[in-house]
């Protein structure tokens, strides 16, 4: 890899290290952060690919309480690595390998928000006295140490040589993979699962089974299907919109001039 992909991957990571704890720009979910991985080293067909599947597979990962879920940052980076990288393993081993290193993940999140307990006691120390610059630094110094996390463990990959990454590989059983490539694809399916369930609308089963059959029965491609029933939705909306409008005597751009001329007259 070039100086540049390094660079980019170790920004990604770190970045989508401390968005898993901020939870502010979504960067840390599968199929940003493996998409991300993907477009530096330059093969973001691939990522997009395990970023969809493993999105799917993590669609309800979410934290309970006090209960952490498995991590999803960590393995998407370092699976997006492995897959796009210079080491090209399939998809299959992509997806096999972000289990344990979402288990992985899970038990540095929780040895890290145990150990940085201390500086949340600063934290408060630092409150009651109004130091708002030492706040700050408090706070930049605990998020940095969440893309560490991240960070760390995708430097200690990239120092691994291909080869004996394809190594280790092939002395993986071949009854293992598979038979995590079948769970996943279960687990994958309840994902699909979960994404119906907050569809469900009268209104709205008609287009799901339209879009099913062309993609089953026609060689359109998904991209292009995609964007067609992104202007149907957008359109349908707007109709539906007009025609309430219309119901009530009046459209929408007619309630605003309204608006504009009561405005008018109130000076």
């Not at 991300?36 to 934290?63: C, D, E, Y």
């Not at 990288?85 to 040895?111: M, T």
Request: overall charge negative; glycine content about 8%.
């Amino acid at each position: 890899m070039s100086v540049v992909s390094i660079i980019l991957i170790l920004l990604v990571a770190f970045v989508v290290g401390m968005d898993g704890i901020l939870d502010e720009w979504q960067m840390y979910q599968p199929i940003v952060a493996c998409t991300l991985v993907g477009l530096a080293v330059g093969n973001p067909a691939a990522g997009i690919i395990l970023g969809a599947t493993l999105q799917m597979i993590t669609i309800g990962w979410i934290n309970i309480g006090a209960s952490v879920a498995p991590d999803i940052a960590l393995p998407s980076v370092v699976s997006a690595l492995l897959v796009c990288g210079p080491a090209a393993l399939s998809i299959k081993h992509g997806i096999a390998l972000a289990i344990p290193l979402a288990v992985i993940g899970q038990l540095l999140s929780v040895s890290i928000r145990k150990s940085i307990v201390k500086l949340v006691h600063d934290a408060d120390d630092a409150a009651e006295k109004a130091e708002i610059a030492r706040m700050d630094r408090i706070h930049l110094l605990s998020l940095g140490i969440q893309g560490l996390r991240v960070l760390i463990p995708t430097v200690l990959v990239m120092l691994i040589s291909p080869q004996y990454i394809h190594q280790l590989m092939q002395q993986v059983p071949a009854v293992i993979t598979n038979g995590i490539a079948v769970s996943i694809g279960m687990v994958a399916a309840v994902g699909f699962a979960n994404l119906i369930n907050m569809m469900v609308s009268k209104s709205l089963w008609i287009w799901f089974v339209v879009g099913f059959l062309l993609a089953i029965f026609t060689d359109v491609n998904i991209f292009v299907l995609a964007g067609f029933g992104l202007i149907v939705a957008i359109s349908f909306v707007w109709i539906m919109s007009r025609r309430h409008g219309d119901s009530n005597g009046t459209s929408g751009d007619d309630d605003d001039l309204d608006d504009f001329d009561k405005e008018l007259d109130d000076l």
